[in-house]
T-cell receptor
Framework: GAGVSQTPSNKVTEKGKYVELRCDPISGHTALYWYRQSLGQGPEFLIY????????DSGLPNDRFFAVRPEGSVSTLKIQRTERGDSAVYLC??????????????FGPGTRLTVL | KQEVTQIPAALSVPEGENLVLNCSFT??????LQWFRQDPGKGLTSLLL?????REQTSGRLNASLDKSSGRSTLYIAASQPGDSATYLCAVAYSGAGSYQLTFGKGTKLSVIP
């Protein structure tokens, strides 16, 4: 079956611009996570959705970052007034329930964001 | 705050050798620990998940162990192959977080030389 998909695979933008990154989770997965991975680092948690609601947004670095999941499936990560420090690979993951010790997270290929 | 450390940062071995990757975490109140593989420019592939109540998990040539009380996990790879070359990431889901979010180490970059 299809895995987690993310679009675009690469995004180059200029400082100050607005960007949207899309994630299509595995069908039937209610939990969706966004992470950010900088060069040479492990992924860092940004936000977690359970269904349509953001259940944990404690990882969002500031109010320029926002994410939605209006129908409980596709999610969009939105970044306003981009800064060079936002350059990273943005990873999306989904899991079946998000509420069990056996709940494996499945990751998409990521979107590489470059802010010039 | 949970911190995850992986040692070594990089490892190069000849094909056929058995090897061990190490992971340590500071907060033992975990739900589970997961090992992932990441190939250059790609996303993460889940290898093994060990529940907090388990001591080890096996999949093919891979065996992962967990010692929750000491905050350690190891990933054992038997009879390494060039195709095993990748970065291996360890991650924990822990009860101090607001969800089952994962906290990752920086990874161990493995090179298996033919």
């Amino acid at each position: 079956g299809a895995g987690v998909s993310q679009t675009p695979s690469n995004k180059v933008t200029e400082k100050g611009k607005y960007v949207e990154l899309r994630c299509d989770p595995i069908s039937g997965h209610t939990a969706l996570y966004w992470y950010r991975q900088s060069l040479g680092q492990g992924p860092e948690f940004l936000i977690y959705f359970q269904g349509t609601g953001a259940a944990d947004d404690s990882g969002l670095p500031n109010d320029r970052f926002f994410a939605v999941r209006p129908e409980g499936s596709v999610s969009t990560l939105k970044i306003q007034r981009t800064e060079r420090g936002d350059s990273a690979v943005y990873l999306c993951a989904s899991s079946l329930s998000g509420s069990g010790v056996t709940d494996t997270q499945y990751f998409g290929p990521g979107t590489r964001l470059t802010v010039l | 705050k949970q911190e995850v450390t992986q040692i070594p940062a990089a490892l190069s071995v000849p094909e056929g050798e058995n090897l061990v990757l190490n992971c340590s975490f500071t907060d033992s109140a975990i739900y589970n620990l997961q090992w992932f593989r990441q190939d250059p420019g790609k996303g993460l592939t889940s290898l093994l998940l060990i529940q907090s109540s388990q001591r080890e998990q096996t999949s093919g040539r891979l065996n992962a162990s967990l010692d929750k009380s000491s905050g350690r996990s190891t990933l054992y790879i038997a009879a390494s192959q060039p195709g095993d070359s990748a970065t291996y990431l360890c991650a924990v889901a822990y009860s101090g977080a607001g969800s089952y979010q994962l906290t990752f180490g920086k990874g161990t970059k493995l090179s298996v030389i033919p």
